[in-house]
Each structure stands twice: as structure tokens, then as C-alpha cells.
């Protein structure tokens, strides 16, 4: 396994943490759930909704085969920098586009190992996996309405991190096939979580994101940030096994780390905020917004020469697909 210790950093003990509510689907009403998490803004996750088959390796071949999807390569050195080094993360991380089954074939051969590959939050709405399952259920048994995007799928290998990050919707995750280890910590803790400043938008635009940590909350580098160990006392840190859906209140940091062995595959979903109420209360939000705008002068400029250059349609391809 790769060591992505920080030189400058010190261990944390992952040994204190608090525990994000389980609760079973046959004990949980749309009431309970709007009343306990979507209105206080709470995670949970909820067992026996999920009534899926195994989405093994195999049967993603079967079912996706020649559907062709970017193919994210984040490699093993970024974990080695110092995150204020980055100047790519999530979906603006250099991809290559590959088949289903030409992906499958790097999984297994080693090579999405050597270079930590991931497939990351890619839609499949109008491909076969969608159309034969039944996950449309999961949003509408816990009476979420207002879904703002289609199903997005992620696979990869075993030791594979999401980085720390918000998002400014509400998610479900559900897993599928494999476990994950999820690290929370609730949006009260945005600063103490040092994201990324606005102003970084101004020299990358929309390749880096204000709703992500510039640490390691694993191996933080506490002389360069040191109010996170203030956030420690609020630490949160979930299994999430095959078959779990875990319900992500817009706001609240995840990290995300595939665990166990071979592939791990889930699906997730974003949903607008209910109530209204909760969404405007939210800084975090409304700073990621913020962000986006600071990031607009890059944008045009890189449109500008795009233009110029005649890959205009190209340039704005890329734009959609990180927003
Ligand atoms: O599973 C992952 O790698 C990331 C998922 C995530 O960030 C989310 O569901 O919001």
C-alpha cells in the first residue's frame, strides 16, 4: 500500500470518533427521516433499502461494456504534496476516456493500482445498469423529491481516497458492491476544515475547488493548520458496507476511502436542500457559490483562447463536466 504520510505532518489517532445514526429501512418512516435528519440536517445511514444484486465486476461488464466514460488518473505522488500544491482535484483531475470493459481490464491487470485510476461521478442514466435497477426507489421511499442530478456511478480499487470535500446539495450514497470508509465532520467546522481559499479560484478557475480541505485529516500538518484540532472533537467516521445507503446532508465533509480488497463500486445521487429554510442558512453553500463566480474572469479567459484556437466546443465540454 502507498504511504501518503506528509513528511511535516503527525499521525492522529482515528481510535475517537462519534458515530453517524444506522437505522433499519423497515423502522424508518418519510416522516422520521424529514424530522430527525433532512430537517435538522443530520447524516444516517439506512440498511434494507437497498434491494440490489451484487454489482461485482462482471456484472458491470455485462451491463456496461462498450459505454465509454472519462477515466480519472490521479496518481499516487499528489498524495506526497502539500494539497495547497494542487492544481487539479475531483472531476478536473486529468482523465482519459475508455470503455466500461477496457476500464475493467486495468482493474484487473494492476495497472488502475499503479496509478490510482478512478472512475468518479459518472452518469448512468441511459445505459442499461440504470434501466435494470431499482435505485429510483431509494429517493422516493425516504421521500426526497427534488433530485438535481441523474445517478452518478463510482468504481475503483480498494485503497482509492475521495479527498476531503463538501458538496452544496444533499447526497445519497449508496454502495453496491464493497465497503467505504467515510470521515465527516459537520458544516460548523468549515474553517477549522481550512478549505481552500476563493482566491485560488482567480489563478485555476473551476480546476480547484473552494469545497475542499487543504489537509490530510488523517495526517494533518498541524503547525500549518492548527484549529483542526479544534474539528477532531467533532469527527464523525462510517463503514459503509454493500447494501448501506448513507443519506450526506449538503455541507458536511466526507472523506471517502475505498476499503477491503479488488473493486469497490457505489452510486450516488444530489438532491435539492428541503427545507428551503436549511439551504439558505448555509454559509458553506452559499461560499462554495461564491467561489464559482470568483472563478468566472478565468473562465471566459480560457473560452477567449479556446476560441481563438478553434476548440471552443472542447473547451466547454470540460467546463460542463467540472461544474
Ligand atoms: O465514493 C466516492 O469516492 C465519493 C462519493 C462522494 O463524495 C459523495 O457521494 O458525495
Not at 438532491?271 to 453553500?285: E, N, Y
Not at 465540454?317 to 461544474?323: A, V
Request: hydrophobic residues 35%; contains cysteine; charged residues 20%.
Amino acid at each position: 500500500m502507498h504511504d501518503r504520510a506528509n513528511t511535516k505532518s503527525i499521525q492522529i489517532s482515528s481510535s475517537k470518533y462519534l458515530e453517524v445514526d444506522r437505522i433499519d429501512s423497515a423502522s424508518l418512516t418519510q416522516k422520521l427521516f424529514f424530522e430527525e435528519y433532512q430537517k435538522a440536517g443530520l447524516p444516517v445511514v439506512i440498511s434494507g433499502l437497498l434491494h440490489e444484486t451484487d454489482w461485482n465486476l462482471e456484472y458491470l461488464c455485462q451491463a456496461l461494456g462498450d459505454v465509454e466514460f472519462p477515466i480519472r488518473r490521479y496518481g499516487w505522488q499528489r498524495y506526497e504534496q502539500d494539497k495547497r500544491d494542487w492544481t487539479s482535484m475531483g472531476s478536473s483531475v486529468e482523465s482519459t476516456v475508455m470503455s466500461f470493459t477496457q476500464y475493467a481490464k486495468l482493474l484487473e491487470s494492476g495497472e488502475a493500482e499503479e496509478q490510482d485510476l478512478y472512475l468518479g461521478k459518472c452518469s448512468i442514466e441511459h445505459t442499461p445498469l440504470i434501466q435494470k435497477s431499482g435505485l429510483d426507489n431509494v429517493g422516493m421511499q425516504l421521500g426526497l423529491k427534488k433530485p438535481v442530478t441523474t445517478h452518478n456511478l463510482w468504481v475503483g480499487l480498494a485503497g482509492h481516497t475521495t479527498c476531503l470535500h463538501y458538496d452544496t446539495f444533499d447526497g445519497t450514497l449508496m454502495q453496491l458492491h464493497g465497503s467505504k470508509r467515510l470521515v465527516l465532520f459537520p458544516p460548523s467546522q468549515l474553517y477549522n476544515l481550512y478549505p481552500f481559499p476563493l482566491s485560488a479560484h482567480l489563478r485555476h478557475g473551476l480546476k480547484v475547488r473552494s469545497a475542499y480541505s487543504q489537509l490530510y485529516p488523517d495526517k494533518p500538518d498541524i503547525a500549518a493548520f492548527p484549529n483542526f484540532v479544534k474539528a477532531l472533537q467533532h469527527r464523525y467516521e462510517v463503514i459503509l458496507n454493500q447494501g448501506d445507503v448513507l443519506y450526506i446532508p449538503a455541507s458536511w465533509w466526507h472523506e471517502v476511502t475505498a476499503i477491503g480488497h479488488g473493486m469497490v463500486c457505489s452510486v450516488n445521487r444530489f438532491w435539492g436542500i428541503q427545507p428551503t429554510s436549511r439551504a439558505l442558512r448555509s454559509w458553506s453553500k452559499w461560499r462554495a457559490h461564491f467561489g464559482s463566480l470568483v472563478a468566472f474572469p478565468h473562465i471566459i479567459q480560457n473560452a477567449l483562447t479556446a476560441g481563438s484556437s478553434g476548440k471552443a466546443s472542447g473547451a466547454l465540454s470540460n467546463l460542463l463536466q467540472r461544474l
